[in-house]
């Protein structure tokens, strides 16, 4: 009877439905789930290998850390081509060149979600590739200091179902500035569905927010942090059943963030590890015949807090 009991408790995981596997390997640091899980098994290897962990593609706290733009490149088309296009969400920081997006138009096109943030994409690009992400309802351009009005404008042109946009820029990236009335205008016209906007630090004014507001009659959510130009009173008397939040900034840009972060040493050994996909893996765990021994990554632990949101923009409510 003991022997029952315990052959009845015993599992076989490598036995479970792939979707099943997908769905509790998401759930893992990427690192463990590229060079750890693989070597587990085959047949989890080939779950990794396959669509079922990347339908949601988030790695931009990785992307953070990299200093080597190709790196991100590398790691965008061989989890996107993974996903076997079932990806519904990409979130990667610093794309450093126009063909990724272009990749990911081509190879992602039943994607919702975008979050591209500081990346190094053109308005040209945009216009090409935004007929391909029809179906993206949320969008994160947040400091692409590449585009502007003509990338907003094909955006919402193709997006239709687009509900969520967030262009939240760094006061440094408007250095050379006057304004951003063009894109307020580009958001308004184009873009009527929106239920949650935020426009943190944008170079506009109570103006350029209220013809958004004329237009975009869904919307709920407005985070204008950092807008000084604008009239959040006169906006919340016109717009009572609004949420706004700002313009004024209690916990962005402080010299906190440079005091915590003054200790730092590359040379820390402590606070920071480092590991690279090695030579030597087995190339028949992997189904797709895509090898990782010529793509470095490298993991930091304990990653950034929200103490430190303030170093990039304001996080979201």
């Known amino acids: 009877m003991g022997e029952y009991e315990g052959a009845e408790e015993y599992r076989c995981w490598e036995e479970l439905l792939p979707d099943a596997l997908g769905l509790i390997f998401r759930n893992l640091p990427l690192q463990e789930v590229l060079t750890v899980v693989p070597r587990v098994c085959k ?13 949601e593609i ?44 272009s990749f990911i138009g081509d190879h992602a096109r039943a994607l919702r979600a975008l979050e591209i943030p500081r990346s190094e994409i053109s308005d040209s690009v945009v216009e090409t590739v935004a007929p391909r992400l029809a179906n993206v309802t949320f969008l994160d351009i947040s400091s692409c200091t590449k585009i ?58 109570t103006e350029a927010v209220a013809e958004i507001l004329g237009h975009c009659r869904d919307l709920k959510f407005l985070d204008l942090r950092g807008c000084w130009a604008v009239d959040d009173k006169l906006l ?20 906190t963030y440079w005091e915590e972060c003054s200790d730092y040493s590359d040379d820390d ?46 996080p979201s409510p």
Do not use: T
Not at 64 to 91: A, T, Y
């Open 236 to 255: 919340r008397d016109r717009h009572p059943g609004l949420r706004v939040l700002g313009p004024r900034v209690e916990d962005c840009y402080e010299n």
């Open 58 to 101: 988030d790695i931009e706290e990785w992307s953070q850390q990299q200093s080597k733009p190709e790196q991100i490149g590398r790691m965008v088309e061989l989890l996107v081509g993974r996903s076997g296009g079932s990806c519904r969400r990409i979130s990667v920081s610093g794309l450093p060149c126009d063909p990724l997006l």
């Open 43 to 55: 047949s989890w290897g080939r779950v990794v290998a396959g669509p079922y962990c990347w339908q």
């Open 269 to 314: 050994s402590d606070s920071i590890y480092s590991w690279e996909f090695m030579d030597d893996v087995d190339d028949a765990i992997w189904d797709d015949g895509q090898g990782l021994e010529n793509l470095e990554v490298r993991f930091y632990g304990g990653g950034f807090s929200e103490s430190f949101a303030g170093f990039d923009w304001p």
């Open 148 to 205: 502007g009005a003509r990338a907003l404008e094909a955006f919402g042109q193709h997006c239709k179902s687009l509900v969520g946009l967030r262009r939240v820029m760094h006061p440094i990236d408007l250095a050379d500035k006057e304004c951003q009335h063009d894109e307020a205008r580009a958001i308004a016209r184009s873009m009527p569905k929106l239920r949650h906007l935020e426009m943190g630090y944008m170079l506009i004014a």
